[in-house]
Nanobody
Framework: QVQVVESGGGLVQAGGSLRLSCAASGSISSINTMGWYRQAPGKQRELVARITSGGSTNYADSVKGRFSISRDDAKNSVYLQMSSLKPEDTAVYYC??????????????WGQGTQVTVSS
């Protein structure tokens, strides 16, 4: 009942920038946490960054100082600004949203992923 759609991936050279966007839609009463995860070939999915409804953020050590997460609650959206990209940032990036449907139901929804490829 809650759909999450990412956009903004692509191919970029090392040192470049990309901005990922994610929008959640459906029977949403509120969204508590929105986050970005990534999965490189042969590796497990890992947290990149997440942001709470109160604006608290946390980042993977590998992206601190290079990536910035933000959200627009009016649009049920979250963004990931990625700068100084490295080849090791190459992965499929997934958006995650956790929140509430009405008074008694919760959701934990994932997008289909968007590919980010950083060439050296």
């Amino acid at each position: 009942q809650v759909q999450v759609v990412e956009s903004g991936g692509g191919l970029v050279q090392a040192g470049g920038s990309l901005r990922l966007s994610c929008a959640a839609s459906g029977s949403i009463s509120s969204i508590n946490t929105m986050g970005w995860y990534r999965q490189a070939p042969g590796k497990q999915r890992e947290l990149v960054a997440r942001i709470t409804s109160g604006g608290s953020t946390n980042y993977a050590d590998s992206v601190k100082g290079r990536f910035s997460i933000s959200r627009d609650d009016a649009k049920n959206s979250v963004y990931l600004q990625m700068s100084s990209l490295k080849p090791e940032d190459t992965a499929v990036y997934y958006c995650n949203a956790i929140g509430n449907i009405g008074l008694h139901r919760t959701f934990n929804s994932w997008g289909q992923g968007t590919q980010v490829t950083v060439s050296s």
